[in-house]
């Protein structure tokens, strides 16, 4: 962002993009008839409307695997690239198999591998050495 490559927004593809509006409209009627007589009546529309246009492929580095990079607020690069095809399985609720590499600033590179096939909550986490097993969350 210092260099100017990027603006605040943080697009890299000056492809993005997009609009939003939004409208509501509120109205309370509220009637009283003697002490103990209350009619009140509330009624609401809201509209929304969003259109995003993106490249959300994160092929634009390397078409084969897949690269994704940005930069956070703090101007740290980070990227994430699929260095084994992921895979998930017809009846899974996981990623079966397959790495992405993951380096974020500084820190030391990151590895995800998502094991040998198995249908399961498990992948594995390899930083700087140690292995932690990690779950997943349904995909």
Not at 13 to 28: A, H, K, L
Not at 94 to 121: E, N, S, V, W
């Amino acid at each position: 962002m210092r260099s100017g490559q990027i603006d605040r927004f943080g697009a890299i593809d000056d492809m993005e993009g997009g609009t939003t509006g939004r409208y509501n409209i509120s109205v309370d009627y509220h009637f009283t008839e003697g002490y103990d007589h209350d009619f009140v009546v509330q009624a609401y529309m809201s509209s929304y409307d969003f259109k995003l246009y993106s490249n959300f492929t994160f092929f634009l580095e390397d078409s084969v695997n897949g690269v994704a990079t940005g930069v956070n607020r703090n101007g740290v690069v980070n990227t994430c690239e699929i260095t084994s095809a992921l895979w998930k399985e017809i009846g899974c609720r996981f990623i079966t198999h397959g790495t992405i590499l993951i380096q974020a600033g500084k820190r030391p590179d990151m590895k995800l591998d998502y094991g040998d096939g198995t249908c399961d909550p498990v992948a594995t986490l390899f930083v700087d050495g140690q292995t932690k097993e990690v779950r997943l969350k349904r995909w």
